[in-house]
Every structure is written in structure tokens, then in C-alpha cells.
């Protein structure tokens, strides 16, 4: 005779709770991209990028050569905050996806 396994809604909910946990948790550990620059962000040698078109590659080469630890692309509708981060390299694009200019801020 095979034994019948009842579970009542409840307990069911904490399981899929806990299992739906679990599987985020495994999510979350992951560190993320590597940030190779100092974190301290030098906008003064990125002049060669205005005009450019801001791809991946133009984007990247900016991370790496101001050092920044945050790269923040602007379009020409964003609305930013005032606040100023000294790792941080904002880059305003224009709408034809060319750089307009390359700032720590």
C-alpha cells in the first residue's frame, strides 16, 4: 500500500519561498564585472574622444584610460543629479550617438 504525502497550502508556500530564496541568493553572489581602473576618475586626456561615435569599444577605451571605477553615458534627454563622485566619468552623447563630451563628475 503506498503512502500518500498531503501538504496543506501554507507549507508549500514557506517551501517555494525558501527554494525561490535559494535561487536568488545564488544570483546575488556573483561579484559582477571587474573594474580594472584606480576608481580615481582623469578626464584630461580624453579630449581625442569628442566627435567620436560611442560604441562599446570607444566606451571601454574611455573607462580604461580615466581610471574611473563607474562609467555613466548620457543621452540627450537624461536628467541627472548634481551630485559628484570622484570615480565616476560622465560621458554626454548627443542623438546621432556621437560623444559630445567625457567628464568626471
Do not use: F, Y
Not at 574622444?49 to 548620457?74: F, W, Y
Not at 570622484?86 to 567625457?102: F, M, P, T, W, Y
Amino acid at each position: 500500500m503506498a503512502k500518500v504525502l498531503c501538504i496543506d497550502a501554507g507549507t508549500l508556500r514557506v517551501a517555494m519561498a525558501a527554494l525561490a530564496a535559494l535561487v536568488l541568493a545564488g544570483c546575488l553572489s556573483d561579484p559582477g564585472p571587474h573594474i580594472g581602473g584606480s576608481g580615481q576618475c582623469r578626464d584630461e586626456a580624453l579630449g581625442w574622444a569628442i566627435g567620436q561615435v560611442a560604441d562599446e569599444a570607444t566606451m571601454r577605451r574611455l573607462l580604461r584610460e580615466s581610471g574611473a571605477g563607474l562609467i555613466d553615458p548620457l543621452g540627450p534627454d537624461s536628467k541627472v543629479l548634481a551630485d559628484h563622485r570622484g570615480d565616476r566619468l560622465r560621458v554626454r552623447i548627443d542623438a546621432d550617438n556621437r560623444i559630445q563630451s567625457a567628464r568626471c563628475e
